[in-house]
């Protein structure tokens, strides 16, 4: 694999420590509980806005260390900006559209 | 690897928008609905997905440094984890097919509109979830082979990086549909 230079650019780069891994897994696992302990107050109309907030930060823990979002260039950052925009936007659109249906 | 992610992101992004649109419309159905989810299970089964990403990320780095039986041991303790994931997700679907809730099942078929299409997506999207779990599984056997093998090493540690890349995608995928389905009621 070694004609994808790109890919291992980030050989000389300092490797993550194996203390963040476990720290994020901590932190994953501290966010597991918190959604877990939302969920049974039942809050009626926030709770599940606020799990999937929760999920989302978990989501973004993930992405920044296990998947060193965080250390990619500027171009994949950009790349998945769009991604996730694209997503954002089929699922408003469609929005727009179902909650004014008569 | 990126790119397919992000195909991988649109293809459940789509069955995300199904339900959210489906959960608009027949929101109480689906709040009951929910209640028949094993929150104990699903909460393990997060825990020990999530743990799975934790040991393919030591994986990698351990391969990085040259600590190849270190990666190795870590790489099988993802395919364990992975698999025990597989065995909680084929008890809970046990669960339910032995009560008549499975696609066409006789008493899927007696609940209310909204429940049924709840538990279609159920099955439709942690179906598709474990099948991506399956096939990553099969994706780092084959990547424990290849660090045996010296393919993989210090300085060629492409194929093991993506297979983590996939590996955490796969987990992030879990990460929304836990709430989504067991955290509604």
């Known amino acids: 694999m070694e004609k994808y230079g ?56 993930v ?22 925009a694209a997503l954002t936007a089929i699922i408003l659109l469609t929005f727009s559209d179902v909650m004014f249906r008569r | 690897m990126w790119f397919f992610l992000f195909t991988e992101l649109l293809f459940f992004g789509g069955m995300f928008l199904l339900y959210s649109i489906y959960r608009y419309k027949f929101a109480a159905d689906f709040h009951r609905a929910a209640a028949d989810e094993n929150l104990v299970l699903g909460s393990v089964n997060t825990a020990i997905l999530l743990t799975s990403s934790l040991a393919m990320a030591l994986a990698v780095t351990a391969a990085r440094r040259g600590e190849t039986r270190r990666s190795i041991a870590f790489q099988l303790t993802t395919i364990g984890l992975g698999a025990i994931f597989l065995v909680i997700k084929g008890v809970e679907w046990a669960a339910k097919i032995g009560r008549g809730i499975y696609p066409n099942g006789p008493v899927l078929l007696g609940l209310k509109n909204g429940e049924i299409i709840f538990f279609g997506l159920y099955f439709t999207m942690t179906g598709l979830h474990a099948l991506h779990v399956l096939i990553g599984i099969t994706v780092i056997a084959f990547m424990v082979r290849y660090t045996k093998r010296g393919v993989i090493g210090p300085q060629r540690y492409s194929r093991l990086e993506n297979t983590g890349l996939y590996w955490h995608f796969v987990d992030i995928v879990w990460i929304y549909l836990f709430p989504l389905f067991y955290l509604i009621t």
């Open chain 1, 6 to 61: 790109g890919q291992e650019r980030a050989a000389g780069a300092a490797l993550p420590s194996n203390g963040t891994y476990v720290a994020v897994w901590a932190a994953l696992l501290f966010f597991l509980g918190l959604t877990i302990f939302v969920a049974r107050l039942g809050i009626p109309s926030f709770g599940v806005a606020i799990n999937l907030l929760i999920a989302t930060v978990k989501a973004g823990l």
């Open chain 1, 63 to 84: 992405l920044v260390f296990f998947m060193h979002l965080g250390s990619e260039g500027r171009f994949l950052k950009i790349m998945l900006g769009v991604a996730f």
